[in-house]
C-alpha cells in the first residue's frame, strides 16, 4: 500500500444465486428432473466488492444479511475475500438477498428476492467514514433513497462516486446528479436514455446516447466483446477489449466496476483504469459463477503484459 492510497466503498446487495440445471424448462404447472444444484455467492454488491478487495485495495462493503444459513456462509465467503464486513448487519425477520436460477440449453431464468437488501437504508451508509481519495460504489440492487444519502456524504467528503444504474430502473435527475462515473451496459444505457439500441450499432451511436447523460460526469458504457466506451469531458474514447473464449459471462460488469474502483482508488488515471478493468473482466468471463470467478491482481496484471507485447508498460 502506497501513501495517498485510497479505499473502495461499496453499498450494494448481498446475494445466494441458487443454480439449477436441467436439460429444458419447465412448463407452468410441471416437474423436471434437474441435472445439478450450485450456490454462488453473489448480489451486485458483494460481486464488486469481491473483485476490488481481489485487486489488493482496502475495500469495504456497506449491507445487510438475514439471519438465516445463506448470510453466515455468505459472510465466510466474503471475509475470505478480503473484504471489510464491519458494516454489513444481519438483520432479524428477514433472509439474506436469494436468486434462484434455473439453467437450461444456456438459457436461464431468475427470480431475485432481495430480502435483507431491501431494507438497506440511510443510517447503514452513513456509518462508514470517507475521505477525499476514496471511491464510493453503489448499484440498483439496494434502495435508491439510500445510494442518494450514501453519495451525498460521500461528495461531501471529497470521495469520487461510481454508480452501476443494474438493473435498470428509473432514476431522478437528483441521483444522478450526485455521480461522478456512471458506469452501465448497452441495456441500461437504452433505458437510462430511453433510445433504441442493438448489439450490433457502431460505438458512435452509443457515444451520442451517453452524452446527453454525460453532463458534468464521465460515462463508461460497457460494450461486451467490443470493449469500452468512455465520455470524458464529451470527448469519446473506445478501449478495445481482448478476445477470449467466454465460458459465463456473469459477473463481467461487476468485475468490472470493482476493479475500476480499485485503480480509482490507486490514483491511476482513468484510461488506464479502464484498461485494466477490461482485462480483468476478460479473466472473469472465462470462469463459471459470478464472485469466484474474480481474478486477482497479479492475475490481471500478467494478462495486461502479454496483452501489449512490446509497449513494457509499467503499471
Known amino acids: 500500500m502506497g501513501p495517498g492510497m485510497g479505499r473502495v466503498f461499496v453499498a450494494g446487495s448481498i446475494n445466494m444465486d441458487v443454480v439449477a440445471t436441467a436439460e429444458r424448462h419447465p412448463r407452468i404447472g410441471e416437474t423436471v428432473a434437474g441435472e445439478a444444484v450450485l450456490y454462488f455467492p453473489g448480489g451486485k454488491g458483494a460481486n464488486q466488492a469481491v473483485a476490488s478487495a481481489k485487486q489488493g485495495v482496502p475495500t469495504t462493503l456497506v449491507g445487510r444479511l438475514g439471519t438465516d444459513a445463506f448470510g453466515q456462509e455468505l459472510r465466510r465467503f466474503l471475509a475470505a475475500q478480503g473484504v471489510d464486513l464491519g458494516f454489513v448487519k444481519d438483520t432479524e425477520g428477514t433472509h439474506s438477498g436469494t436468486a434462484i436460477i434455473t439453467i437450461a440449453n444456456a438459457d436461464n431464468t431468475i427470480v431475485v428476492v432481495p430480502g435483507a437488501n431491501a431494507r438497506v437504508d440511510a443510517k447503514d451508509v452513513a456509518a462508514p467514514v470517507l475521505a477525499r481519495g476514496d471511491v464510493a460504489v453503489s448499484q440498483f440492487e439496494i434502495p435508491l433513497p439510500t445510494i442518494a444519502a450514501f453519495f451525498a456524504r460521500a461528495r461531501a467528503a471529497g470521495a469520487t462516486t461510481v454508480l452501476n444504474p443494474a438493473p435498470a430502473k428509473r432514476a431522478d435527475k437528483a441521483l444522478l446528479d450526485l455521480v461522478d462515473i456512471l458506469i452501465l451496459n448497452e441495456t441500461e444505457l437504452g433505458f437510462?436514455?430511453?433510445?433504441?439500441l442493438k448489439d450490433g450499432d457502431p460505438p458512435a451511436r452509443f457515444a451520442e446516447a451517453a452524452r446527453s447523460l454525460a453532463t458534468g460526469k464521465i460515462v463508461c458504457v460497457t460494450l461486451g466483446k467490443r470493449g469500452v466506451l468512455a465520455l470524458t469531458g464529451g470527448e469519446p474514447l473506445l478501449v478495445p477489449s481482448r478476445a477470449v473464449k467466454a465460458v459465463d459471462t456473469t459477473g463481467a460488469g461487476d468485475c468490472f466496476v470493482?476493479?475500476?474502483a480499485s485503480q480509482l482508488a490507486g490514483g491511476?488515471?482513468?484510461?488506464?483504469?479502464?484498461?485494466?478493468?477490461?482485462?480483468?473482466a476478460s479473466i472473469c468471463v472465462q470462469r463459471m459463477g459470478a464472485a469466484p470467478s474474480m481474478p486477482t491482481v497479479d492475475e490481471v496484471r500478467s494478462a495486461l503484459s502479454t496483452s501489449r507485447p512490446g509497449e513494457g508498460r509499467d503499471l
Open 258 to 260: 470493482g476493479a475500476l
Open 268 to 280: 491511476k488515471e482513468l484510461r488506464d483504469a479502464l484498461a485494466y478493468a477490461n482485462v480483468a
Open 192 to 196: 437510462l436514455t430511453g433510445t433504441e
